[in-house]
T-cell receptor, first 111, second 114 residues
Framework: GQQLNQSPQSMFIQEGEDVSMNCTSS?????WLWYKQDPGEGPVLLIA?????ELTSNGRLTAQFGITRKDSFLNISASIPSDVGIYFC???????????FGTGTRLTIIP | DAGVIQSPRHEVTEMGQEVTLRCKPI?????LFWYRQTMMRGLELLIY????????DSGMPEDRFSAKMPNASFSTLKIQPSEPRDSAVYFC????????????FGPGTRLTVL
């Protein structure tokens, strides 16, 4: 099935560093979502974006809905050990309940 | 509130056997989605229901896969006969009606077909 291009594929950072990841699509989306998946669990919704240009925060997480509607960004400030996991973006086009998922960014924190 | 409930959490079976995965969506949610996750293909939507009615099953791999939703609080995904390439984690997700609402995932069923 169709997937969004998500980068980077993996990140190795030290605790306290800031993190940035992004997602791009060849199609326009009307909704962008960011999920986090811990090992052995299902994806958990972090942030939902519904308008082009929208910037939304959830604690140390900030996500933006790109102006072109073809991209989105997620930033994590001052990373902590519990931030470890796989982060997925997901997009939904107008009039469609189906989500298209990104390939995921695996975040690892180096001791 | 209880989240999406899936059972079993783990299933190991032999090739050729029938496998049934179960899902209970969040109460009040009208849409239910079945996904499959593998390393190679990531998260793939298999099928989704609105108000217990299958809307889009274009992601179902082949006739060996079938899904039902007999009522608003229960859905099954069946694989018959199972094959080793069906090994994956299967997720169920639910959302309220309306395209602006978000999907909430269950913990998944890890299926291993030997």
């Amino acid at each position: 099935g169709q997937q969004l291009n998500q980068s980077p594929q993996s990140m190795f950072i030290q605790e306290g560093e800031d993190v940035s990841m992004n997602c791009t699509s060849s199609s326009i989306f009307n909704t962008w979502l960011w999920y986090k998946q811990d090992p052995g669990e299902g994806p958990v919704l972090l942030i939902a974006l519904y308008k082009a240009g929208e910037l939304t925060s959830n604690g140390r997480l900030t996500a933006q809905f790109g102006i072109t509607r073809k991209d989105s960004f997620l930033n994590i400030s001052a990373s902590i050990p519990s931030d470890v996991g796989i982060y997925f973006c997901a997009g939904r086009s107008r009039g469609n309940e189906k989500l298209t998922f990104g390939t995921g960014t695996r975040l690892t924190i180096i001791p | 509130d209880a989240g999406v409930i899936q059972s079993p959490r783990h299933e190991v079976t032999e090739m050729g056997q029938e496998v049934t995965l179960r899902c209970k969506p969040i109460s009040g949610h009208n849409s239910l989605f079945w996904y499959r996750q593998t390393m190679m293909r990531g998260l793939e939507l298999l099928i989704y229901f609105n108000n217990n009615v299958p809307i889009d099953d274009s992601g179902m791999p082949e006739d060996r896969f079938s899904a039902k939703m007999p009522n608003a609080s229960f859905s099954t995904l069946k694989i018959q006969p199972s094959e080793p390439r069906d090994s994956a984690v299967y997720f169920c997700a639910s959302s309220r009606a309306g395209i602006t609402d978000t999907q909430y995932f269950g913990p998944g069923t890890r299926l291993t077909v030997l």
